[in-house]
């Protein structure tokens, strides 16, 4: 019975932890959606270099 209540304890110290990082992930999302967006314009560069790649490697 003693090992289910430490994992019970244990499990409520997680929770509360998991509920700060909740908190900070809240904070985060309005700068990680202005990264997300430079990121996407990155991306899409990146596939033009992909593309561009593979003609090279076709031409080759």
Do not use: L, N, T, Y
């Amino acid at each position: 019975v003693v090992p289910i209540i430490s994992e019970a304890k244990g499990g409520r110290r997680q929770e509360a932890g998991g509920r700060r990082q909740e908190a900070e992930g809240r904070r985060q999302k309005a700068g990680g959606r202005r990264q997300e967006a430079g990121g996407r314009r990155q991306e899409a560069g990146g596939r033009r270099q992909k593309a561009g790649g593979r003609r090279q490697k076709a031409g080759g």
